[in-house]
């Protein structure tokens, strides 16, 4: 728990702090996929994440079982994680 509340890709060495500036040193292509309903990394925060990464794809689950959603906590889910990925 203390390693996920600390843990801030700004606070590598190179970004003394910035996390927007780390954010946008990501050069991988970035599939972002939210649950709409995580209570643990709330979408709101994922969309301000997003904005400051430069090749990247929001698309929020949109399930009704918050943050286990990633891992296809209903066969909603599961569909929903198989198109877009086959659209990917």
């Not at 780390?22 to 709409?36: G, H």
């Amino acid at each position: 728990m203390r390693t996920w509340e600390s843990n801030d890709v700004g606070n590598t060495p190179a970004f003394h702090g910035d996390t927007e500036a780390a954010l946008r040193s990501v050069k991988a292509r970035v599939l972002y996929m939210p649950s709409e309903t995580d209570l643990y990394f709330p979408v709101g925060d994922a969309r301000y994440e997003a904005a400051f990464i430069p090749h990247v794809r929001l698309l929020p689950i949109p399930s009704l079982w918050g943050h286990p959603a990633g891992a296809a906590a209903s066969p909603e889910d599961a569909n929903f994680s198989t198109i877009i990925l086959r659209l990917s």
